[in-house]
């Protein structure tokens, strides 16, 4: 267990610095931001200097070693916009994007298992039927679209709730958060609606296929011949098992959600990571989307790592290579 | 393939004919859905190639465009036209016939990134799996960083970093595609390796570029085609993400993703159909083709039902 722990600690490391290369490399051949820091009418003499402040002068080798150096000092370069560390504003934003995906995702499993669980149970059923193609219609919808439609629906027809923006903030474990006041929660639930649909589709899908694997087994069948309540084997028996690959698609849902944070973020004016994302895209602001970027690439490789080392935890069937 | 020789006829018939008669087109027949969501796809098809000349206008013609006749709601409701049946945007343009024009957009990238990722990691999978060492390791450790990363968000960077354009959205979109071809067909290149027929080939003297070509690519296909199926879909959706986001397609070829973002400015006014009509479109057309995918699936994969 400790040998595969460091080994994919090292693989975690090859991950994050074949990331900054790949990073370093698109941002360094697309585009000079010299021109974002000059005014309209520098002077050739003035353009010079700016590129030597930002280093651009010397070599790519010069200045990818000073890239990761900097990175290894915790030092990320400052946005050319808000003239702050780019890190600081990542981290400002994070909370609100946590916010949204985690009511997101608990949506999502709050859902998807229940529906999933019955659709497995009893793959024959017209209500599960009618499930799947529920499921299917999830995956293939625009996410962003439906915010809109919610938008449109229930903020602006019906007035019920708030179609944008985050609502007051409170400060809890060092974060601003929103949930813990009504309004705030309020504005909350259009997002994370929005955000969840795509990966309930999914989960519900993958539930699905995972309890119609499960019911096949024979500890069901042993468990149904020796009299167990329905029930019991459905919940005991099956859910149990059926739900041990889910912890493998956590990391993966946890991805798909930031990633499709950006979108509903941009649409709920919601002043999360992902917003500061595409907005940094729409101002050039590269030191922000570098940031963005390896932020992200720490994040997923620490969860898959976590996911990884509880997977074999959990089910000792799996044998480490 | 377009053979250099005409096909006989008779062959010709007899092929169609069986089939027919094979099981795969006994189940199709069966299967609800599968018709479905061949109907839904031939539908789009039909819409895109002859759509154009039916439409009443080509809504990047300024000239034919009627600032007189914008924002009309659709048809069935008061003020609507029965000229512009889901109503008008700002520049007096044809919702229906704008999306006439951007399923086309929409369908003509998903489908040439489609055949531009499959080429590219068929045969980045052909060659880590036939010849194996250094070559395999390092194709598949690229594949499996970027398979750690969710595709939205790598197009979207290589968005930031190329800019906006038809041809950048196809770069990028191959550039998150080819991994999963790369990865079934390295695996069934393994497999297929180890048989007889391809130890055979090796031991009379073929090339191996001959065995690849000739004996284990045909042997490899079958699995793709459901890949190809559904990642048509998913590449619309990652497209319209794009450009709802604006580093997507440029505003003089709209696909259906711009159209709902030209759409979001004015929903805050009321104005809903300009956005809602799009997206229903682009689910719509990603519904069939998931339909059509989870039979071939079940049908070509039977392993994974």
């Known amino acids: 267990m400790f040998g595969y722990m460091i080994k994919r600690l090292i693989q975690m490391v090859i991950v994050l610095w ?6 370093f490399v698109m941002m360094s051949f697309t585009g000079d931001p010299t021109f974002m820091m000059v005014p309209l009418d520098a002077t050739d003499e003035q353009i010079a200097q700016a590129r030597r402040i930002l280093g651009l ?18 030092d990320f370069g400052r ?83 708030p179609s944008s ?81 889910l912890v493998t698609v956590f990391g993966l849902m946890l991805g798909d959600l930031i990633a499709f944070a950006t979108l509903t973020e941009t649409i709920f ?13 729409y101002r050039g602001d590269r030191p922000v989307i570098v940031v963005y970027l390896m932020f992200v690439a720490l994040m997923f490789v620490v969860v898959n790592f976590i996911v990884d080392v509880c997977y074999a935890l959990i089910d000792p069937r799996i044998k480490i290579k | 393939m377009v053979s250099s020789q005409p096909i006989p006829a008779t062959r010709a018939r007899s092929r169609m004919q069986r089939f027919f008669a094979s099981e795969f087109f006994h189940n199709y027949k069966r299967n609800l859905s599968a ?21 009443s206008q080509n809504p990047y013609d300024v000239s034919q465009l009627d600032l007189m006749a914008a924002f009309k709601p659709p048809a069935w409701l008061a003020g609507g036209s029965s000229e512009y049946w889901l109503g008008t945007d700002g520049q007096g343009r044809d919702v229906l016939a704008s999306i006439v024009y951007g399923s086309r957009i929409s369908l003509i990238i998903g489908l040439v990134a489609m055949g531009g990722a499959c080429l590219l990691g068929t045969t980045l999978g052909l060659i880590a799996g036939f010849y194996g060492g250094r070559l395999d390791a390092v194709i598949m450790r690229i594949a499996d960083i970027q398979l750690s990363f969710p595709s939205v968000l790598t197009a979207l960077f290589l968005m930031s970093a190329f800019g906006t354009g038809l041809d950048k959205v196809l770069i990028a979109l191959i550039s998150v595609g080819w991994v999963v071809y790369a990865r079934t067909v390295r695996g069934s290149t393994l497999r297929e390796t180890q048989k007889e027929y391809v130890q055979a080939a090796r031991v009379s003297g073929l090339p191996n570029r001959k065995i690849i070509l000739r004996h284990v690519l045909p042997n490899v296909l079958t699995p793709l085609i459901v890949v190809a199926t559904i990642q048509v879909g998913t590449f619309v959706l990652i497209e319209a993400s794009l450009s709802f986001l604006g580093v997507g397609v440029p505003v003089t070829q709209p696909s259906l993703g711009l159209l709902i973002k030209n759409g979001f400015d004015v929903l805050f006014s009321g104005l809903w159909w300009v956005s809602i009509f799009p997206g229903l479109f682009i689910m719509l ?3 069939g083709i998931n339909l059509l995918g989870d039979f071939l699936r079940d049908e070509l994969n039977p392993r994974l039902k």
Do not use: C
């Open chain 1, 57 to 74: 002068d010397e070599s790519h080798l010069v200045q990818y070693w000073r890239f990761l150096s900097n990175i290894a000092q915790g």
């Open chain 2, 35 to 55: 018709v479905l969501g061949s109907l839904i796809v031939l539908g789009f098809l039909v819409m895109v190639t002859i759509g154009p000349l039916i439409v």
């Open chain 1, 165 to 245: 923006g985050r609502g007051p903030t409170t400060e809890w474990l060092g974060m601003r958060v929103s949930f813990t006041s009504w309004e705030g929660f309020r504005h909350l639930i259009l997002p994370a609606i929005t955000l969840s649909v795509g990966t309930l589709a999914i989960l519900m899908r993958i539930i699905r296929a995972e309890m119609v694997e499960v019911m096949k087994q024979d500890y069901i069948k042993f468990a149904r011949a020796k009299g167990a309540p329905a029930k019991v084997i459905l919940f005991k028996h099956g859910l149990k098992n059926a739900l041990i690959p």
């Open chain 2, 285 to 287: 057309l990603v519904f």
């Open chain 1, 269 to 281: 004016a919601w002043p999360g990571i992902g917003k500061l994302l595409v907005d940094s895209i």
């Open chain 1, 18 to 23: 074949a990331v900054s290369v790949l990073v």
């Open chain 1, 79 to 161: 946005s050319f916009v808000f003239r702050q560390p780019a890190m600081t504003l990542i981290l400002e934003r994070l909370p609100a994007t946590l916010e949204i995906v985690f009511l997101a995702m608990v949506m999502a499993l709050l859902v998807a298992i229940p529906l999933g669980v019955y659709a497995g149970a009893n793959p024959k059923k017209p209500a599960s039927r009618a499930v799947m193609a529920g499921s299917l219609i999830g995956i293939s919808l625009p996410g962003f679209w439906l915010g809109m439609v919610l938008i449109f629906v229930v903020a602006v027809k019906l007035q019920w709730l």
